[in-house]
């Protein structure tokens, strides 16, 4: 396995937005993130990603850019940027930025210019087409609720968006717009930063006869068949990276939602030139019921949620690939309040889905606040929400008779709204979690005097400590990193465990995924000699391996042995 410094990375991903405000206009912004740059060195991690940071109106938080090369006036200007950068090189942390390279706002100068008229030289830039009789040109939906298409009234036609209607999408058919992308892409390398996380990277390449769907696809939306893995996407992932990444030490993560596994193995083949991790999407919508973010999620067992994850583990190392791990994000519900307990058992069961992000393999990625046990936020009414694709839906089924309340879909804007992940960083129990002095852009969790840095930076049995104990661990041993890694007790509903292993040492995690408690006779290949428990969610007097364990709820145990 070759030794590479993004493998060994623990990544904090940063939500601008919400992580710190430092002027009091109620937005976080980037000399908040300044501000913050000691907490991540404490934390211990080595690599930040920071959400989108250029000029943008704002219709999807930064992910419709109207300027690749200029600050969004709310984060700052560049100079704050460029301090950020130094601040965290300083402390030996590095820095990816988030670059889209699907799509631009309509309010970026390509679109502006190609909307014109049908012969600027940027009408190609985009999807352009005629309407079909009064229809739009093809049945697609947009991930985030009605057609993808949007009629254009100066030339007549429609022009494509995946995502909102200020989102449309770029051809990258059209070489001239990939060239584009690449010179944005390294004017920022240029400026020192140490690679992309790429926004759904894997939608640039749309089938170009752009097909009716007979079918809805995983998000309920149509179309996506026809531009998942698209068919050009290989040739311009390896065009990409010898435009951009291939003299230079950074790293190409893929944000890749509904990555087939055929695909997903290739984009991170190392042979292949194209990306290092991807972002794969298995365990984030294995529990989508068939009305989508608008049903209660179904019953999921957890054999499903292993066999997701071994599965990967698996296929990627036949060929050297390498696995991004990831339980939550912006855009996914608090992994506590998903995968664990956010009532009874909330501060254990984060810290066991902590040790199962930092302990198995690939690089893990924590979503701010995570770390602290964040959780899900109780919605009560719609003008709490801020993000377009709840708003835009709810609004939607509004008009079309589906729904006629907040109320109705409460419980599943609740569970799925990917604001449930963007309310403010809880950093003490002062008003506003401490995140501003003034009005926040959307509302504080109301559990801020339970969750919240200051308290469990006195607290050592913490959420937050526990990560750290983890991340330390992680850096101290590098089977953690470079073990081969095996899972056993494929078959169990309430354990999850595996096996690290190196020439030098061994790990074995295991998790009780459950609220009971359960007995477990240990497989002889998870122990060895001279076995010690390096870290556990409860106080513990086993300190070796013995063969019979008595696992309390959501309890988990790392050791290690020879
Ligand atoms: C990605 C981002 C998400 C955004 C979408 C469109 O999925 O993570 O936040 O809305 O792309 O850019």
Same mark, same amino acid.
């Given at each position: 396995m070759k030794k590479e410094w993004w493998k060994e990375a623990v990544v904090y991903q940063i939500y601008p937005r919400s992580f710190n405000d430092s002027d009091g206009d109620g937005i976080g912004d980037l000399p908040g993130i300044r501000e913050k740059v000691d907490y991540l060195d404490y934390l211990g991690i080595d690599l930040v990603w920071l959400n989108p940071v250029y000029d943008s109106p704002n219709d999807d938080n930064g992910y419709d850019v109207r300027n690749y090369r200029k600050i969004m006036d709310e984060f700052g200007e560049m100079r704050d940027w460029?301090?950020?950068?130094?601040?965290?090189?300083?402390?030996?942390i590095r820095l990816v930025m988030d670059f889209v390279p699907n799509h631009t706002s309509d309010e970026h100068r390509w679109f502006r210019q190609s909307r014109e008229s049908k012969e600027t030289p940027y009408r190609d830039y985009y999807f352009w087409r005629k309407g079909n009789g009064e229809e739009p040109p093809n049945n697609w939906e947009s991930?985030?609720?009605?057609?993808?298409?949007?009629?254009?009234?100066p030339t007549s036609e429609y022009y494509l968006h995946l995502f909102s209607r200020k989102q449309p999408d770029l051809n990258w058919d059209n070489p001239e717009v990939r060239q584009e992308l690449y010179e944005i892409m390294n004017w920022w390398m240029e400026k020192g930063i140490d690679g992309f996380r790429l926004d759904v990277v894997n939608f640039i390449s749309k089938d170009p006869d752009l097909p009716d769907d007979p079918e809805k696809g995983p998000y309920g939306?149509?179309?996506?068949?026809?531009?998942?893995?698209?068919?050009?996407v290989h040739r311009y992932f390896q065009e990409m990276n010898?435009?951009?990444?291939?003299?230079?030490?950074?790293?190409?993560?893929?944000?890749?939602?509904?990555?087939?596994?055929?695909?997903?193995?290739?984009?991170?083949?190392?042979?292949r030139n194209e990306l290092d991790m991807i972002f794969q999407f298995d365990h984030v919508t294995f529990d989508l019921n068939e009305g989508g973010f608008w049903a209660q999620p179904r019953d999921w067992k957890l054999t499903e949620l292993k066999e997701i994850l071994n599965r990967w583990r698996k296929l990627t190392s036949k060929t050297g690939g390498w696995n991004a791990t990831y339980l939550s994000n912006h855009d996914q519900p608090r992994m506590v309040t998903r995968f664990g307990n956010d009532g009874e058992f909330r501060r254990e069961s984060a810290k066991a889905l902590a040790m199962l992000l930092l302990t198995i393999s690939g690089t893990p990625f924590i979503y701010q606040g995570e770390e602290l046990g964040m959780t899900n936020y109780p919605f009560s009414d719609i003008s709490e929400l801020r993000d377009v694709q709840t708003i835009q839906q709810f609004n939607e089924m509004k008009q079309k008779g589906k729904v006629e309340s907040f109320d109705e879909v409460k419980e599943e804007v609740r569970f799925w709204s990917r604001d449930n992940a963007r309310t403010p960083?809880?950093?003490?129990?002062?008003e506003n979690a401490g995140f501003t002095d003034g009005d926040s852009w959307i509302n504080v969790n109301?559990?801020?005097?339970?969750?919240?840095?200051?308290? =469990?930076?006195? !607290?050592?049995? @913490?959420?937050?400590?526990?990560?750290?104990? $983890?991340?330390?661990?992680?850096?101290?041993?590098?089977?953690?990193?470079y073990g081969s890694y095996k899972p056993f007790l494929k078959s169990d509903e309430e354990i999850f465990a595996f096996r690290r292993k190196s020439s030098k040492e061994a790990t074995t995690t295991m998790l009780n995924f459950s609220a009971e408690k359960k007995d477990l006779t240990i497989p002889d290949e998870l122990t060895g000699t001279e076995s010690e428990l390096l870290l556990s969610n409860y106080p513990?007097?086993?300190? =070796?391996?013995? !063969?019979?364990? @008595?696992?309390?709820?959501?309890?988990?145990? $790392?050791?290690?042995?020879?």
């Open positions: 460029e301090q950020l950068l130094d601040e965290l090189h300083r402390r030996n991930i985030f609720g009605g057609s993808a298409w949007e009629f254009d009234d939306s149509r179309g996506s068949k026809y531009y998942v893995d698209g068919p050009n010898r435009e951009v990444f291939a003299d230079r030490d950074a790293v190409a993560i893929g944000e890749t939602p509904l990555v087939s596994t055929e695909d997903g193995v290739k984009y991170v083949d190392p042979s960083m809880q950093w003490s129990s002062e109301p559990n801020k005097d339970q969750i919240n840095v200051e308290r =469990e930076k006195e !607290d050592e049995n @913490s959420v937050l400590q526990f990560y750290r104990k $983890l991340i330390s661990l992680r850096n101290e041993h590098e089977v953690l990193v513990t007097r086993d300190s =070796e391996l013995s !063969d019979v364990i @008595s696992f309390r709820p959501y309890e988990a145990r $790392l050791y290690k042995w020879q």
